[in-house]
Each structure stands twice: as C-alpha cells, then as structure tokens.
C-alpha cells in the first residue's frame, strides 16, 4: 500500500504543469468534518462535524490562504519573509464546543525559500495568547492538471510542553513536549467561471508523549473538507478591474432588535438603550464581473466603533469581506444593490447580542459571520462634480451560522444594525 500511494503521488507529479502559482481572489464555504482524539467516559463522539469559511486573496503586500492571513514584511531572492495568524481547531465533541469555544488563531513569523516558482518550504514559529509555542517546518507546491489545481504538503511541527499540555492534555494533564508529522492536500476544481469546488484531506500522526497521554485515545487525527467557493475566474486577467475605482465608505448605525428578514420587509424596532455605531470601510477593486455578469466585485475590510449606552461600554469591530455591486439599468440615475459576506471580530460582544445569548443560555462568540446588504444613489444627477459619490442605507448583520459553526461557537443569533453612509470612489 505504501508503495501505491508513493507511485501515485509521482505519477500526478510528472503528469502536471508546473505553471500554477496559488494566486486567488475568493470566498468558499465547506463542510468539515475531523476526528476528535479526546478520551471521554461520557460523550463517546469520534468525529466532529460543521461548517468553514474560507477566504482567498494575494497582491505584492499581503495574502488570505483559506485559514491563513498573511503581511510580506520583506523579499530578497528566493527567500520571502512575513507575519502570519492561523486558526487552529480543538476538536470535542459538539455540546462542549460553545462553553470551551478553543478554536483559536496562532501568530507568528514565516520564512519561506522557493525551490521553483511553485514549490517552497516554510520555516513558521507560532505561538497564541496562551504563550504556548510551535514551529513548524512545511514543504508544499502547487500543481495544475485541466482544471484541477491541488496543493500536496506535509508539515514537521515541534511543540513545546505548554502547547501540547493546553490543546491535547486540555490543562487537565501536563504533557511534554514532543514532535509529530502532518501531511496533506488541498484541491480546487474550476467547474464553470467564477464557481469553483473545494476540497481538503489532511492527517496528522500525533507525538509520542502526546499519544502516551490518558487524555487521549488516538495516535493521529484527520480533516476532511469538501465545499464549494466563488473565486476569481482563472480565464480571465487576475484584477478584471478596468474602470473601477476602489472607495471609503463612511456610516452610522442604529441597533434593532428585528432579525434580517423583518428588516427586509420593513418590520423594524427600535433598540430600547438606542446602541450605535460608526464604521468606516475600504473597498479594493477585484473583478467588473461575476459569472459574466456586470457585478463588480471588492475585497473590502472595514472597522466599527460601537459607542458606549448605559448597558454597553464603547467596543470595536474589525471586519473582513466581500462585496458585490450590481448597477440597475435605470435611466437617468445610477442605483445600485449591494451585498457582502465575510467575518466579524469584536474586542467586546455588544449588548444586543449578550442579551440574546443569555436568553438562550448560551456563551456569546466574538468571531461571527458578516453580512451588509445596501442600496445607494450616486448623487451624480445633482452635479457632475459629485459623480464620485454615492449615498446609500445598508443592514450590518453579524450571525453566527445556526450552530454550525464550531469556529463561531456554536451558537445561534446575533446583531443587526441599520445603517446610512456616504461612498467615494477616488
């Protein structure tokens, strides 16, 4: 069998093209489902089950690889340098996963030495807000066959006694430190345009100390993945963006009780304590098109400072999405609908979503979903010097994906609030 797999992986080797670089504009969702290592007398799940964003971007400053964020601080030949976070699984069963919520993201630097144009390896030493420490040594390349573009690694990782005694020994057990041995692959399938499927299968061999622990009952742990992305169409220029000008938006908003739907169809109430919020967004131009369609597409990170009532101290929100414009053919004024998708980080939950956690008795999670929808004028009918803005309302929806989400706590609900802005486009 081990020889089967080794000619395999030789045989897709020779037969692919070694001219796929991984540059990739997108949003997916997958289905997760990963086996869970953990010892329990009284919960005797095996495998853990849930959903995953996924997010991709790259440019000359910095990357968004699925779970990997990345800053380039400095190339110089072969070698690439940087600053990245990775989130990190814990995976228990699902009734445990809204207390603990140990779904994390590591930090750390990256060196990276390219081999060829398609193939590298990464030297990353990582630790998180716990100070528990791990480094791993990583080779991966990037492979195109047809449509088919995969991406084979394996990862070395040495860890430290306080990594391994926090995310396996579950700080129940002091486990020191030891190494174990990852190995992987990730594929995407350009199936027509924009719309892509997405897969992973990952297998980690756990350390020796790690596998003598009472805690667990496993020698390794797997990841499976399959779902599908809207990505930047690979027969098209990488920024399809002639004409588009990136913009600043600026709004404020009002919290309300009313969940989206009733908000969409003019069901609105007001927020007893009157909780508001002022955010600013950045919209950077990727595609003028999407599925062939005139809707322009940005990469658009934003932040929001929710000011402080007489339930809530001041708090900020740091958000990172994808939005999608459609101009409607009207005459004589331009209007436009709008609609994003991305992640939402709050330093603080607000009270609007506390309140309905604890009515539901359940722990509130910092990382939701975010969605904006919008529709705005461009207010050049007034004058041809202001064709550059546009003045628009939108709906700033965090949620947390029906408890299905581990990474967002497996909770249900969040927060709306109903917004005003202006929109400049330099």
């Not at 989206?260 to 098109?289: A, M, V």
């Not at 050049?380 to 700033?396: E, Q, R, T, V, Y």
Request: aromatic residues 16%; charged residues 20%; contains cysteine.
């Amino acid at each position: 069998m081990r020889y089967f797999i080794t000619l395999a992986i030789c045989t897709i080797l020779l037969l692919a093209r070694n001219e796929y670089d991984d540059l990739t504009w997108g949003t997916g969702i997958v289905a997760r489902s990963a086996s869970i290592p953990y010892y329990d007398p009284v919960v005797k799940d095996d495998t853990l089950n849930d959903y995953v964003p996924l997010f991709y971007y790259e440019d000359d400053y910095f990357y968004l690889h699925g779970l990997t964020y990345g800053v380039k601080l400095y190339d110089l030949h072969n070698w690439q340098f940087s600053a990245l976070g990775r989130f990190r699984f814990l995976n228990i069963p699902q009734e445990y996963q809204n207390e603990v919520q140990g779904d994390t993201m590591d930090y750390g630097l990256r060196a990276r030495y390219f081999l060829y144009d398609n193939q590298y390896i990464d030297l990353e030493v990582m630790e998180n807000v716990d100070k528990s420490t791990h480094v791993n040594l990583t080779y991966s390349a990037n492979f195109k066959y047809g449509d088919l573009y995969f991406e084979p690694h394996a990862t070395l990782r040495v860890k430290d006694a306080t990594f391994n005694t926090q995310h396996y020994g579950q700080d129940k057990e002091e486990i020191k430190g030891d190494v174990d041995l990852a190995a992987g692959l990730n594929l995407k399938y350009h199936l027509w345009s924009n719309f892509y499927l997405i897969g992973n299968a990952d297998i980690n061999w756990l350390g020796n100390n790690v596998q003598k622990s009472s805690i667990t009952d496993e020698d390794y742990e797997y990841t499976l993945m399959a779902g599908f992305g809207f990505l930047n169409n690979k027969d098209r220029k990488f920024f399809d963006v002639d004409g588009m000008k990136p913009y600043i938006r600026l709004a404020h908003g009002w919290a309300t009780p009313s969940n989206l739907e009733d908000i969409l169809i003019g069901k609105i109430e007001s927020d007893d304590y009157n909780n508001q919020s002022t955010s600013i967004f950045y919209g950077h131009p990727l595609s003028k098109t999407l599925f062939n369609l005139p809707i322009e597409v940005y990469l658009t990170p934003g932040f929001a400072f929710h000011h402080s009532s007489e339930v809530q101290e001041s708090s900020q929100e740091f958000i990172l999405g994808f939005k999608l414009y459609y101009t409607l053919p009207l005459p004589y004024i331009d209007m436009r609908l709008g609609l994003a998708e991305g992640v939402s980080y709050m330093n603080e939950v607000i009270y609007i979503e506390k309140a309905e956690m604890n009515e539901k008795g359940l722990k509130p999670s910092k990382l939701t979903f975010y969605l904006d929808t919008s529709v705005d004028l461009n207010l050049g009918f007034l004058h041809d010097n202001l064709k550059p803005l546009w003045i628009g309302a939108s709906i700033h929806h965090r949620c947390s994906g029906f408890e299905e989400v581990s990474l967002f706590g497996r909770i249900k609900g969040g927060s709306n609030y109903n917004t005003v802005y202006l929109q400049w486009h330099f």
